[in-house]
């Protein structure tokens, strides 16, 4: 047996029949012979391979194996899983239904509503309501907050308007649709109504506001719906020009600072600007000066930032005349006008919504490198 199990190492085996002396053990004569490694060899060679053969099929298991295992679990995916049903309009089921802009927003919103809370309450709790005082002899002090209140509305609106484009631009996903039938009227409208729902609040509030306000006597009725249709107004056209804006600018700083910029300039510049022309009536004629130097230079400005990537003479013509359609109009207030003051603002405001929505459109269809022009 001894051979037969030494027959299982080749080398010795090999070493042997090439050096038989090795194997003198004394006078009996030497015999050498390959066989039994042969055999040894053999046998062991069959049995590894008929234990492979058998194995076989646990190790390495047959394709009808791998098919079987993943309907299974699709199968249970589906049966636990509920999927969610896209509109016909994926941008704003997109916009409405997912968090499209994160968890800031809501924290955002908090602290908006905590402010608004507080500023109405020092405004109607303060004295200069007792007292009966009007700023600028025509605001009293809960108008005053409702003007701050809406303005921080718009800035917020247009903020959102804007990022809601930049987010895209910055994540690569505008990219996306390229490969989309998506049409240009559909992108915009689905981002516009995306907008529109997730600042519900931000208008909702300075509505609530004007109307608690009217409930106090604060506002006469003609005053409360020249305010409402005018901040709806102005609401729609913070939004519509954040959009343009994120259009038009392929840096997402560049695209707030000229949005956050025309929004500061066209509510808070010329409102200061007016309220300081106002208080130095001495010296009316050289701050008249300096006034109009301030909106002809922010004027162009303005036109600048419109047309940055698409001339137009609409947006031409809105941005040279924005400046001075509400420099009359915050004049026609302090004078005592309300329909007027409403009619100028729609006009005022209206048209460079029109004057940017069509450019939006075009800038779409440019971004994308695609037409789109024949699905509307």
Not at 217 to 230: H, M, R
Request: glycine share 8%.
């Amino acid at each position: 047996l001894r051979p037969w199990i030494a027959g299982l190492n080749p080398f010795r085996s090999l070493y042997e029949i090439l050096n038989p002396l090795s194997l003198n053990t004394g006078l009996n004569p030497i015999t050498v012979s390959a066989w039994p490694s042969l055999i040894s060899l053999f046998v062991l060679g069959v049995a590894l391979k008929a234990f492979t053969v058998l194995r076989l099929r646990v190790w390495n298991p047959s394709r009808s194996v791998y098919k079987a295992t993943p309907k299974a679990e699709k199968e249970t995916v589906v049966v636990k899983e509920k999927s969610r049903v896209i509109w016909s309009n994926p941008v704003i089921w997109r916009e409405i239904m997912t968090k499209a802009y994160g968890r800031k927003v809501f924290v955002i919103k908090l602290a908006y509503f905590l402010l608004a809370g507080f500023t109405l309450w020092s405004a109607v709790t303060s004295e200069a309501v007792a007292e009966g005082v009007l700023y600028l002899g025509v605001i009293p002090p809960q108008g005053l907050a409702f003007a701050g209140i809406a303005w921080l509305s718009l800035v917020l609106a247009n903020t959102q308007a804007v990022t809601s484009i930049t987010t895209e631009k910055d994540s690569k996903t505008l990219e996306l649709l390229l490969v989309t039938d998506i049409s240009a009227k559909e992108f915009v409208l689905g981002k516009l109504g995306g907008i529109f729902y997730n600042s519900k609040e931000l208008i909702l509030v300075p509505v609530l506001i004007l109307c608690y306000l009217v409930s106090q006597g604060a506002f006469s009725t003609e005053g409360f719906l020249c305010a409402l249709i005018g901040f709806l107004a102005l609401m729609i056209f913070a939004i519509v020009l954040g959009l343009h804006m994120g259009l038009t600018y392929d840096n997402s700083r560049s695209a707030i600072g000229a949005s956050l910029g025309t929004m500061f300039f066209l509510f808070v510049g010329i409102g200061i600007f007016m309220i300081l022309l106002v208080q130095a009536r001495s010296s009316f004629a050289l701050q008249l000066q300096s006034f109009l130097v301030f909106i002809v230079v922010g004027s162009a400005a303005l036109h600048s930032a419109l047309t940055h990537r698409n001339p137009s003479r609409a947006l031409a013509i809105s941005a040279w005349m924005l400046p001075f359609l509400t420099f009359y109009a915050i004049t026609s207030f302090l004078l005592g006008g309300t329909l007027g003051v409403l009619v100028t603002i729609l006009f005022a405001y209206g048209l460079p919504v029109l004057s940017m929505y069509i450019p939006a459109v075009s800038e779409f269809d440019v971004a994308l490198g695609k037409t789109t022009f024949d699905k509307g």
